[in-house]
């Protein structure tokens, strides 16, 4: 996936190829990933979401990249339905309290 990363510079610098065909503009932009090159159409209002874990963001993708885009943090409880968050609370508070009856730490 690093590769794919890296060959989103050119999506972040808008380096389009733009074309003109029967008097309509259409903007490409050429993704390359590893030997591979493709042009690919891009419309008017395209907005560009990646994700990545965490760690691995921080750990092996370029500081720049990083910096390019407004980061979310997003873990499991922001998945669930509120009648899921709840019944993963109460789960939650019921296998700590096993624990601690077990003695088991956190």
């Not at 380096?15 to 993704?31: A, I, Q």
């Not at 209002?45 to 997003?74: C, Q, S, T, W």
Request: net charge negative.
């Amino acid at each position: 996936l690093d590769d794919i990363y890296e060959s989103l510079y050119d999506v972040l610098n808008q380096r389009y190829v733009v074309r003109t065909t029967g008097g309509r503009k259409r903007r490409s932009l050429r993704l390359a990933i590893g030997a591979r090159s493709q042009l690919c159409p891009v419309e008017d209002g395209f907005r560009l979401i990646v994700v990545v874990d965490k760690e691995h963001a921080y750990a092996d993708l370029d500081l720049p990249l990083l910096n390019r885009f407004e980061k979310f943090l997003m873990g499991p409880q922001q998945l669930l339905s509120p009648v899921q968050a709840d019944a993963s609370a109460q789960l939650d508070e019921w296998m700590r309290a096993v624990a601690t009856e077990g003695g088991l730490q956190d």
